[in-house]
């Protein structure tokens, strides 16, 4: 088998109502879709970052990746990501290069995938779980909303079947924010899953004062407390607090995750797969992470193509210790349930995800399991 074609979709979908997190305006949502044809017919679909302008990690699969690897076997998953990775490292060791990197190794999974006819999940060593605990991205700012619709908002999560949410800090004052989370406490319960994230916005010192008082609260983790660069702040901030620290949406490869896992900057790593060099790159880091007790909870923030591609993932993510009692929001995995508005992830797919009492089933189709609907291929398409 051979690669014969391999196509990109820049796809824009503009937003009824914008939204901000503490480092970022929202008033549309994009990705950048990687569609790969072989030979005998079989079509692989990835997807290629998640936060900058599509055109660039687009750039670099039409000029750099593309000529590469027409011609080459699919099922060489790791050889092509090694290969590509090499002939870039000079200059892509993080950032747009890596991004494009991933959308080419999704979409290379899902045509292994589709030609085995086997889940992902299967070829990476074998389900540890069918359905996996969801929790609810949401309540981003909104200079209009009061405590009381962020509270409405967040119920509207908890009908739907969320045994958690997370909640984003960091743009107003502290007591603004904490008022926030003594707000969700008071009206969910004790045993609600609440997690909070800053997006970068603090230093080590702010961070460390926000976190005590998050402590105070029961919060499970604190998101990206400090910025991704800052490993030595991350530890500091880690070992001054008791609750859990999380980050690596912004992180790359294995060799990024090796300075946030090995040096104990975190306790839950959070590898984007359409960011952090796709699924080849993301199980290693898997396993990277569990030799050193770090749980994998993965960044899902984009269409339906990367909620796929996590959830393949997400079923090979051992418990953290791995347990036979195993007890979602205190040692197992959870699955980032973005539900803030965005048509690309409820419109690209023709079968929509199986959501059941805050359960995510894991798709059992052959490949990544996404079935993409060429027509909304066609309507997003710029
Ligand atoms: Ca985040």
Redo the contacts with the bound molecule.
Sequence with gaps: MKIKDISTYILKAPLERPFS?ATMHFDHRKSLLVRIETDDGIVGWGEAGQFGPAEVPRSAIEYIFKPMLIGKDPLETEKLWQEMYCYTRDYGQKGSIIEAISGIDIALWDIKGKALNLPVSKLLGGRLREKVCAYA?GLYFRSDFTLEDYIKEAATFVDKGFKGI?VKIGSKSLAEDMALIVGFRREFGDDFLIMV?C?HAYSAKVAIRVGKELEKHGVYWF??PVIPEDIDGYIEVRNALSIAIAGG?CEFTPYGFRNLIARRAVDIA?PDPCVAGGITACKRIIDLADLFGVLVVP?V?GSAVAMHAALQLIAVIPDQPSTNMPRPGINQTLLEYDQSENPLRENLSRSSLEFIDGYVTIPGRPGIGVEIDESMIEKYSV
């Design positions: 997190s991205t997370k994230d997006n998101e990206e949406e959070q960044h923030w």
